[in-house]
């Protein structure tokens, strides 16, 4: 099955009580599909998923598969640092109907090359959707280099992987390349790659959708949302992208410690880059 080219990580919003808004969440989804998504990945990284319970992060899932519309696509993030529960939420997220699984190195831990691969084929048995591996050693630890990547290939339903190690960008033996980061979309698509599991096209998703429809304006395009690109890596994700929404006009509220809200400084950052692109 495709994924789509153009998948969003969406934030997950919260209420002043600090609870889930799942209103304002499904208001967003709407919001994106109808600005160039073809689907989401629900509970990753920039949806705090770490600071997320397993029933809120569960009802997440339940949501979008509830409320995208026809042929959207909802990849739900279940990755561990404990294989077990990697594996209990995979099947739960399968059972809810998620059409793939996103699963993060595991953290902390640190494990070694076997066991990876040891992790990953028991996260495999989890599901009979496919599995979009999930490479981020800045936040991780542990690198997937290219030729183990190429050997974590070869497990059944293991069949993407979103690299976001720069370094590592190239094309992988029995995997589709999905860009984790959104200044390596423009290469991924320019290399034959899948699309872009994306942040940026929270606020400037119809020309992140260009991208994809438009190849020979494509360098036109990403030269011009470099400032955008830069303006959401101030610090970390998702702090940036939030106070763009709010900025905006979405309601997504705070984020949960340990992240703290946008401090003047970078809400100012991300202010003059949305005007920059006639946002704002």
């Known amino acids: 099955m495709t994924l789509g080219a153009v998948l969003t990580a969406i934030v997950t919003p919260f209420a002043a009580d600090g609870s889930v808004d799942e209103a304002a969440f499904v208001d967003l989804m709407g919001h994106l599909y ?43 993030s279940t990755g561990s640092n404990d294989t077990r529960h990697a594996c209990e939420m995979t099947e739960r997220a399968t059972e809810l109907g ?101 942040v940026a096209s929270h606020v400037v998703g119809p020309e992140m959708r260009r991208m994809v429809d438009e190849p020979d304006q494509r360098a036109e395009i990403e030269a011009a949302l470099k400032p955008v690109f830069d303006a959401l890596g101030v610090t970390t994700n998702p702090i940036p992208v939030k106070a763009a929404l709010e900025l905006l006009g979405h309601r997504v509220g705070g984020l949960r410690l340990p992240l703290v809200e946008a401090d003047e400084h970078e809400r100012e950052v991300v202010r003059a880059a949305l005007a920059g692109v006639g946002l704002l």
């Open 34 to 76: 109808a600005n160039g998504s073809d689907g989401l990945v629900v509970c990753g990284t920039t949806g705090e998923a770490s600071t997320l319970s397993t029933e809120e992060h569960l009802r997440l899932v339940e949501l979008a598969v509830e409320h995208r519309p026809a042929g959207a696509t909802i990849v739900a």
């Open 98 to 198: 998620a059409d793939a699984i996103l699963s993060v190195t595991p953290y902390y831990n640190k494990p070694n090359r076997r066991g990876v691969l040891a992790h990953y084929r028991e996260v495999a048995r989890a599901t009979d959707k496919p599995v979009v591996l999930y490479n981020i050693p800045s936040r991780v630890v542990v690198d997937l280099p290219n030729d183990l990547l190429a050997e974590l290939a070869q497990i059944e339903r293991i069949d993407y992987v979103k690299q976001a190690n720069n370094a590592n960008l190239a094309p992988v033996d029995g995997l589709g390349v999905y860009a984790g980061n959104d200044d390596l979309f423009g290469s991924v698509l320019a290399m034959g790659g899948c699309g872009g599991i994306l």
